[in-house]
């Protein structure tokens, strides 16, 4: 049995620092780079995609909306259209600067209240993915399992991978508790740690209500902007381990 384990970075922004993605770079297996929207710049980028590389860790896409003061995590009514061009836009940064780097972008990950709004809506869900994969096809979407994202993928025929959050509770429908309600944020490393040991094994991910739901499982991932980040991280890890697991990127 064996996991990728993620974590959302390179999203500082100029000489304002956001985690420590060094650090997290020796815990995790693969790296979800932002893209200059919702944070992260050129310089911020260059320099997490090449200690990514020297690390070994798998590169991958995290584009957004442009909401830098509100760290993507607002939703925007913006087009569809729109919507494309940006998600074009930003994948095809992502992939000049991990060139230049000596790496590739391997997978795609859409960031924050985009993400959640594409877990809800099948139509905004293929609008994002077609948009990515018109860039490149064979690049692996990664998705929350079980929401609106899964039969759209599964219509699209493309490579994707099914993802749980270390950090975060679920609803019963597999969408994020939003973060604005008591609980939906993870804090304690070691019941992140206990939680994904346990959904892991038995492919089941555990809702807030106490529910089991069964759902592929193909990688992890830990939020890079909290302060425990790193704590969480590397717990998870080790208990991963421990539990024969393998953690190895997608």
Known sequence: M???LNADMGESFGAWTMGND???????TSANIACGFHAGDPDVMALTMALAVQKGVGIGA???FADLKGFGRRRLPIPAKELVNAMTYQLGAAQG???AAGGQVRHFKIHGALNNMACE?????RTLFEAALKVDPDIVIVALPGTAMEPVLTDLGCQWAAEIFADRAYNDDLTLVDRSLPGAVLHDPAEAASRMVDMVKTGKILTASGNRIPARIDTICVH???PEALAIARSVRNALEAADVTVARL
């Open 97 to 99: 600067m991990a060139r």
């Open 62 to 64: 995290h584009p957004g």
């Open 22 to 28: 060094a650090a997290l770079l020796d815990i995790v």
């Open 121 to 125: 809506n099948e139509a905004l869900a």
């Open 2 to 4: 064996k996991v990728d």
């Open 224 to 226: 890079g902007d909290g």
